[in-house]
């Protein structure tokens, strides 16, 4: 079995009174391509938001890289080597796509001007952007600025990728291309968790898929077993909605 | 009387020119000390407010700006610039412009605090997740992606306040303090012509604003919105 590169231990997390998620424990993979489903407001993104401390747990810990992110003193650090791809995308719209890649490979990982340029271009040109590298984030389409989005997280060179309904906010002829660029990065061995509603993706992509309900951690399994063979009511019943 | 005698008594004779000058100068010397104090102590205080709104931190320092906004702004700038002249900065080492200008200034400040905070609030909350998650600090994450977007957002409000302080500056005559507006209304008392120099000081209080807000058009277009589309 590979080595472990995240662990969640007993996680817990309460927003005011209300639990959204209780006592969550699983073991991450180097070159895990994981897939987590489950009904809206399961705790799904909240989960993965933890991962990264966006969000900071009540309970438990979670160990990446053998270091604790929750009480690590520099959780900035920690950080880059979690790349992040949201929802929204969230490019910063004041800079050109060019500098969006550029600004933490410069800042963080104090690269030179050139040498941060010439890796976002390559980055550009392997999800097909290369001639954006100049534009400003709003005058791209959603896919192509999702695109963007993964290359500048990849432009910190991660270990792990975290994928936050990446393709929900996509009109629907834009969600391929942004899953191609993801099923490509699996290809390649990048760890991935991925919150989605994309089942064609968690089937064919991932090797595991983790399924929560309410904020529990009902179950896990390997694609072909979850959608053919989980005998889990709570499973059948979400799968006979969704596909 | 014809206009020309009516300028030269006003300007010329005595050299009446001169109390122009000098109250100009007041005038421009207290804003733009004022102005800096107004926003380097605006951006501290918006900040410490915004992070409060945002993340919960800094309760006690939000209280403290909290008050001191609600004192600032609930108060004439007229009356605080009197207690700063009469009750606090009693001894007259202390000039009336330096008075003027630590009034105005602290004044300004609340001003500015407030429209840097919606600034900062207007800002998308992802924008934050989205430079943490690369792995800024919160601090660099607000220097290289929040700040200079939310700056931008509030550039006519943040010019606004500079032009409401330069007019605001026309009560430093209340502490002694011989600024534009004391200088037209003694050119008056001395000339018993009262639309002369009253227009004269209103004209170049006009062209200073003016100013202003050609300053803001330049900056607006050097931050031409390119990502707008």
Redesign the interface.
């Known amino acids: 079995m590979a080595e472990v590169l995240i662990k969640v231990e007993h996680l817990h997390k309460k927003f005011k009174n209300q639990e959204v998620l209780h006592d969550i424990s699983v073991e991450i993979h180097k070159g895990d391509v994981i897939s987590i489903i489950g009904p809206s407001g399961s705790g799904k993104s909240t989960f993965l938001r933890c991962l990264n401390a966006l969000e900071s747990p009540t309970k438990g810990d979670i160990i990446f890289e053998g270091q604790s992110v929750l009480r690590s003193k520099n959780v900035d650090v920690l950080r880059q080597k979690m790349g992040m791809v949201f929802q929204q995308f969230n490019l910063f719209p004041h800079m050109s796509i060019l500098d969006n890649l550029t600004l933490g490979p410069r800042k963080l990982l104090k690269k030179s001007k050139e040498e941060a340029e010439e890796k976002a271009m390559a980055l550009l040109k392997r999800v097909g952007l290369e001639d954006k590298a100049g534009q400003f984030p709003l005058q791209l389409s959603g896919g192509q600025q999702q695109r963007v989005a993964i290359v500048r997280a990849l432009a910190m060179e991660p270990d792990v990728m975290l994928f936050d309904e990446p393709t929900s906010a996509l009109d629907p002829e834009m969600v391929g291309e942004v899953l191609q660029v993801m099923r490509d990065l699996a290809e390649e061995k990048m760890t991935m968790v991925v919150v989605t509603h994309e089942m064609g993706f968690a089937r064919e992509v991932s090797n595991r898929v983790l399924f929560l309900e309410d904020g529990y951690f009902i179950t896990e399994a390997a694609p072909e077993d979850f959608f053919y063979h989980c005998e889990n009511e709570r499973v059948q019943s979400f799968l006979s909605k969704v596909l | 009387m014809s206009l020309q005698e009516h300028l030269y008594m006003n300007l010329v004779q005595d050299k009446r020119y001169l109390y122009f000058l000098e109250g100009l100068k007041n005038t421009l010397i207290i804003t733009f000390f004022a102005l800096l104090i107004g926003v380097a102590l605006g951006f501290v205080i918006g900040m410490i407010r915004s992070t409060y709104d945002r993340t919960g931190k800094g309760k006690i320092a939000n209280g403290i700006c909290q008050f001191y906004l609600t004192i600032m702004r609930g108060t004439p700038a007229v009356i605080q610039l009197m207690i700063f002249y009469y009750c606090i900065f009693t001894s007259r080492i202390f000039s009336g412009v330096f008075v003027g200008i630590i009034a105005f200034g602290l004044n300004s400040a609340a001003y500015v605090a407030e429209i840097i905070r919606s600034g900062i609030m207007s800002i998308?909350k992802?924008?934050m997740?989205?430079g943490?998650?690369?792995?800024?600090?919160y601090g660099?994450t607000m220097r290289?992606?929040i700040m200079?977007?939310a700056v931008?957002n509030v550039l006519p409000a943040i010019f606004n306040e500079f032009i409401v302080l330069i007019k605001e500056t026309a009560v430093a005559g209340y502490v002694a303090v011989q600024d534009l507006t004391k200088a037209g209304d003694i050119v008056r008392s001395r000339t018993y012509d009262s639309w002369t120099p009253l227009l004269t000081v209103a004209l170049i209080y006009l062209i200073l604003t003016m100013f202003f807000s050609f300053l803001e058009k330049k900056m607006e277009e050097a931050f031409q919105r390119?990502?707008?589309?």
Not at chain 2, 132 to 137: I, T
């Open positions: 998308p992802g924008q997740e989205a943490r998650s690369l792995g800024f600090s660099e290289y992606i200079p977007q931008r390119k990502e707008r589309g």
